[in-house]
């Protein structure tokens, strides 16, 4: 149950175009969905997160949605960027365990 | 501000040894986490301290362990190294108010095991 399931493993997209990752949860005691982007060779940096009470945020040119009754939320990059090429994690927590479970990470490529 | 810094970057240990690796969190952050991240794979959940304290540890076995000291400041101990501890083992910190608050990642240390 505590599984996060993301997809797709990888994605490539033409410059200005649009780069959407999924994932899903099963825990439905996850209140807490971060998107982590992550460099070759760096740490991963939060990017957006969302917690179950709304069903969209958006930050620049990153929207996440979430779907509470699907258990689903996604990664909206629209206007992709070259330098937006990197490995994308979603992640999900518990307010009372604290600690992150990962999906399996994305790695974006995007063609200029 | 500085952020979440981890030493050292780069380790290389014989198997069958120790490693030892090292977290600063951000300063006023209170809780820190371990995690490892194989090659190609997902970060998995290693270790979570609060307070100095262990307050809940993923699905590895007991020759990973760690502490937390009085600053904060924490250490990962793999004993008995195995060849598929190679990894990126990342530290991240956050303030330990309310629910879900953001966690900050560290560049992590790569330990290889030869």
């Known amino acids: 149950q505590q599984q996060v399931k993301q997809s797709p493993q990888s994605l490539i997209v033409q410059k200005g175009g649009i780069s959407i990752i999924n994932c899903a949860y099963e825990n439905t005691a996850f209140d807490y969905f971060p998107w982590y982007q992550q460099f070759p060779g760096k740490g991963p940096a939060l990017l957006i997160a969302i917690r179950p009470d709304v069903s969209e945020k958006k930050e620049g040119r990153f929207t996440i949605s979430f779907n509470k009754s699907a258990k689903q939320f996604s990664l909206h990059i629209m206007d992709s960027q070259p330098g937006d090429s990197a490995t994308y994690f979603c992640?999900?927590?518990?307010?009372?365990?604290?600690?992150?479970?990962f999906g399996s990470g994305t790695q974006l490529t995007v063609l200029p | 501000e500085a952020g979440v810094t981890q030493s050292p970057t780069h380790l290389i240990k014989t198997r069958g040894q120790q490693a030892t690796l090292r977290c600063s969190p951000i300063?006023?952050?209170?809780?820190v986490y371990w995690y490892q991240q194989a090659l190609g794979l997902g970060l998995q959940f290693l270790l979570w301290?609060?307070?100095?304290?262990?307050?809940n540890r993923g699905n590895f076995p007991p020759r990973f362990s760690g502490r937390q000291f009085p600053n904060y400041s924490s250490e990962l101990n793999v004993n008995a190294l195995e060849l598929e501890d190679s990894a990126l083992y990342l530290c991240?910190?956050?303030?330990?108010?309310?629910?879900?608050?953001?966690?900050?990642f560290g560049q992590g240390t790569r330990l290889t095991v030869v």
């Open positions: 301290y609060d307070e100095g304290e262990e307050r």
């Open positions: 992640a999900a927590g518990r307010g009372s365990a604290r600690q992150l479970t």
């Open positions: 991240a910190s956050s303030s330990y108010r309310g629910l879900g608050t953001e966690a900050f």
């Open positions: 300063s006023g952050h209170t809780s």
